[in-house]
T-cell receptor, first 112, second 112 residues
Framework: DGGITQSPKYLFRKEGQNVTLSCEQN?????MYWYRQDPGQGLRLIYY???????QKGDIAEGYSVSREKKESFPLTVTSAQKNPTAFYLC???????????FGQGTRLTVV | GENVEQHPSTLSVQEGDSAVIKCTYS??????FPWYKQELGKRPQLIID?????GEKKDQRIAVTLNKTAKHFSLHITETQPEDSAVYFC???????????FGKGTRLSVIA
């Protein structure tokens, strides 16, 4: 299970709170991604980064923010502006953009 | 942007039979097509991929075919076993450039 690590595995958030999901990789990959998984919806891209200090919005970026200060780390913040944040969040990395991605084990976020 | 359609959404086969999952993509510039397998509660894992310079690739019981003209690609699993039961995702990208865009997944059930 080494290579790309997400924490925590389960996260509970009260309405109106911001929460940050951690993603760390030791694969020396340049590109990192955040996907959201909902039942029957597949994997939808939230944000991606192909190089340190640069990132781009994906298809469903509203209510989320990211940073890429280090090559190894790509944390995702789910803000209070995200109206339906309950989902399974998957972080991934690849050698460079568009190559086969390796996924972390995911964080299941639940709003209570 | 790229759009990937995947069919069927669910598939049940008898153990030992073959299973075929089909995907279509919209962007003719896409040139990298991976397939992922996700077991219940686990991360998606890359099982096979194909690039646009080949039409078919095999790995033991798994094969992928690509028709660039029609913009569709398929996953073929032969001699299915109960451990093949999972959700399978296809994806497409421009290698070295754009992030992976995923289909909505196919839930495969292999009945013993």
């Amino acid at each position: 299970d080494g290579g790309i690590t997400q924490s925590p595995k389960y996260l509970f958030r009260k309405e109106g709170q911001n929460v940050t999901l951690s993603c760390e990789q030791n694969l020396n990959h340049d590109a990192m991604y955040w996907y959201r998984q909902d039942p029957g919806q597949g994997l939808r891209l939230i944000y991606y980064s192909q190089i340190v200090n640069d990132f781009q919005k994906g298809d469903i970026a509203e209510g989320y923010s990211v940073s890429r200060e280090k090559k190894e780390s790509f944390p995702l913040t789910v803000t209070s502006a995200q109206k339906n944040p309950t989902a399974f969040y998957l972080c991934a990395s690849s050698i460079s953009g568009g190559w086969g991605a390796f996924f972390g084990q995911g964080t299941r976020l639940t709003v209570v | 942007g790229e759009n990937v359609e995947q069919h069927p959404s669910t598939l049940s086969v008898q153990e030992g039979d073959s299973a075929v999952i089909k995907c279509t993509y919209s962007d003719s510039a896409s040139n990298y097509f991976p397939w992922y397998k996700q077991e219940l509660g686990k991360r998606p894992q890359l099982i096979i991929d194909i690039r646009s310079n080949v039409g078919e690739k095999k790995d033991q019981r798994i094969a992928v075919t690509l028709n660039k003209t029609a913009k569709h690609f398929s996953l073929h699993i032969t001699e299915t076993q109960p451990e093949d039961s999972a959700v399978y995702f296809c994806a497409a990208s421009i290698e070295g450039n754009t992030p992976l865009v995923f289909g909505k997944g196919t839930r495969l059930s292999v009945i013993a």
